[in-house]
C-alpha cells in the first residue's frame, strides 16, 4: 500500500500567543502536544486550505465543516488563533483570510526517506518529527480543496 507524504503551504508560523507543550505533554500526546494551543500568524497567504507551521497544521472552515460530514474519525480539529502580521496588512490590504482551525491528526507512523514504517492504520498521521501522512482516500478528500501549494510524495511501506 502506498501512502502518502504531505508538505502544505507555509504561510506562516507560530505566534506569540502559542502556548507549548511540557515533555510530558509530548510523551502522553505525541508530538502533536508540543503545541498545546496555537497562534498561527500569516505572514503571506497563497490560498490553500491546509497549512502547516510543524509541529501543526491547520484546516480552512470549508474543509472542517465537510470533514465532519464526512465518514473519517482518526482527526481532531480545536480552535485557534489565526492573525496576520503587518507585513502581510501592508502588502495585502484587501485580502480576506477565512476561518481556520487546528487540526491534529491521531495516527501514527515512522517516516525513513521515501519510506514509511510502524503504520498505526489512519487516515490521518503523524510521525515523531511532525510530518503529515494521509492514504490515497484522504489525499484524495484533501484534494477537493485549495492544494495548489501543497508538495506531495508517494511512500512505500519498508
Not at 504531505?6 to 502522553?28: C, N, R, S
Not at 497544521?57 to 465532519?68: A, D, P, Q
Not at 485557534?80 to 495585502?92: D, G, H, M, Q
Amino acid at each position: 500500500m502506498d501512502l502518502y507524504f504531505l508538505e502544505p503551504e507555509v504561510a506562516g508560523g507560530h505566534g506569540e500567543k502559542t502556548v507549548y507543550g511540557t515533555k510530558k505533554d509530548i510523551e502522553m500526546e505525541g508530538i502533536s502536544g508540543k503545541v498545546k494551543f496555537l497562534h498561527y500568524e500569516i505572514e503571506g497567504w497563497l490560498g490553500d486550505d491546509l497549512l502547516e507551521a510543524t509541529p501543526a497544521f491547520i484546516i480552512s472552515g470549508r474543509v472542517e465543516n465537510e470533514l465532519r460530514k464526512s465518514k473519517f474519525k482518526d482527526y481532531k480539529v480545536e480552535e485557534c488563533l489565526v492573525t496576520t502580521s503587518n507585513e502581510f496588512k501592508e502588502l495585502y490590504q484587501n485580502k480576506k483570510i477565512p476561518s481556520f482551525c487546528r487540526f491534529i491528526p491521531l495516527g501514527t507512523i515512522e517516516v525513513i526517506e521515501d519510506n514509511f514504517t510502524k503504520w498505526s492504520g489512519h487516515h490521518f498521521c503523524l510521525s515523531s518529527k511532525g510530518e503529515l501522512v494521509v492514504t490515497k482516500e484522504a489525499l484524495d478528500f484533501l484534494q477537493k480543496f485549495s492544494m495548489e501549494n501543497c508538495d506531495i510524495e508517494i511512500l512505500k511501506q519498508l
